[in-house]
C-alpha cells in the first residue's frame, strides 16, 4: 500500500499503536511521530500515489503540531504533585483523612487564583494510588464555618458552582478533561468537559465530608477504567492508566468560598484569571519514588 516506504510506515503505524494514549500530552511522542512520518514521506519520493497516502495521514496529523507548541510552553513552569502508590491498601472513606493510608504523603497547599499568593482561608490536600482508583484528601480551613454556604440541594444540582465548593479537574493521556465538584455538605456534580456539559457521564465517585468547628473536609476514591475505557463505556468511569513519571496525567484542584459579597478563589495551579479552567494551567500529576508505600 505505501510502495517503497512500507518499513517506514510499519515502524510509524507501531509507534502510534504503542503510544497513542499518551501522544497528546508528551511532547517527545509527537516528535517522535512526526520524525518517523518524515522519514516513510522521504523514502516514498513525490508525485506518487503512495506519498499521496502518506500526506493524507501527514494532514490528519497537523493539529498535533499547534497542541505541541502549547504542551511545551504552557505548561513549562506548572507545579507538581507526586502521586502516592499505596499499592492495595485503602483508607477507611469516613473523612477524617487520620488513619495510616494518608500518613508520610506529601501535602499540597492551594493559591491564590489570580495571584498565586497566600490565601486567608487554607486548603490543603493529599493525593493517592490504590486498587486502580485516584483517591483525595482536602482539607478546607474556614474562619466562618457557621455562615458555610451549601445552596445545591442534591448531587447533580448545577447550584453547587454557586457556593462553597472544591473542584478536581483531571485530563489524563486518553480525555482531556473531566470536572467535578463536592460541596460541603456532601454533594457531588460531575462533567465531561470533552463531551459538553449536556453529557451524562458519571464518574462513579465516592466522596465523604466531614466538618468541624474551623474546617471541613473531603476524602474521594474516584475509580479509573483504563485508557480503553470510552470505548467500552463513555458514560461512566475516568479513562486512563495509572499515571507514571513517563505517562504523567495533568490537573488542578481549585476551591471557591462565597460569603455574602465576598469570593475567595484557589487553586493548586493558579490560573492568573477569574476563571478555574484552563487546560494548559493543569499541574502535573506523577509518581514519586519517595512516596511509595
Not at 181 to 188: C, L
Not at 201 to 218: F, M, P, Q, R, Y
Request: negative net charge; glycine residues 8%; contains cysteine.
Amino acid at each position: 500500500f505505501y510502495g517503497p516506504a512500507e518499513k517506514e510506515m510499519k515502524a510509524f503505524v507501531e509507534f502510534c499503536e504503542k503510544n497513542h494514549t499518551i501522544m497528546r500530552s508528551k511532547v517527545e511522542t509527537i516528535d517522535a511521530a512526526f520524525d518517523l512520518l518524515g522519514k516513510a514521506q522521504k523514502a516514498a519520493g513525490a508525485d506518487n500515489i503512495h506519498a499521496g497516502r502518506i500526506q493524507l495521514l501527514a494532514d490528519l496529523m497537523a493539529p498535533l503540531r499547534e497542541l505541541r507548541e502549547k504542551l511545551e510552553v504552557g505548561r513549562k513552569n506548572n507545579p507538581v504533585a507526586m502521586l502516592a502508590d499505596r499499592g492495595k491498601s485503602s483508607p477507611k472513606m469516613d473523612g477524617k483523612l487520620d488513619d495510616d493510608f494518608w500518613k508520610d504523603i506529601t501535602s499540597y497547599q492551594l493559591k491564590d487564583l489570580k495571584t498565586g499568593g497566600e490565601v486567608t482561608n487554607k486548603t490543603e490536600f493529599k493525593v493517592a494510588w490504590a486498587n486502580d482508583s485516584l483517591y483525595f484528601a482536602v482539607r478546607c480551613e474556614d474562619s466562618d464555618m457557621k455562615s458555610i454556604y451549601i445552596p445545591a440541594t442534591k448531587n447533580g444540582d448545577s447550584l453547587i458552582f454557586d457556593g462553597d465548593a472544591v473542584e478536581i479537574q483531571l485530563e489524563s493521556p486518553s480525555h482531556s478533561y473531566y470536572q467535578i465538584a463536592i460541596d460541603p455538605a456532601g454533594h457531588v456534580i460531575d462533567l465531561d468537559r470533552k463531551s459538553g456539559l449536556g453529557s451524562q457521564w458519571e464518574s462513579g465517585i465516592e466522596a465523604v465530608v466531614v466538618k468541624d468547628a474551623n474546617s471541613w473536609s473531603i476524602e474521594a476514591r474516584l475509580p479509573v477504567m483504563g485508557a480503553t475505557q470510552e470505548e467500552l463505556n463513555p458514560e461512566l468511569g475516568i479513562s486512563g492508566d495509572k499515571p507514571t513519571s513517563d505517562t504523567p496525567w495533568y490537573f488542578n484542584v481549585c476551591r471557591l468560598r462565597k460569603r455574602d459579597k465576598v469570593v475567595e478563589t484557589s487553586a493548586f495551579s493558579p490560573t492568573e484569571t477569574g476563571g478555574f479552567h484552563n487546560v494548559m494551567k493543569f499541574g502535573k500529576l506523577s509518581v514519586g519514588e519517595g512516596d511509595k508505600k
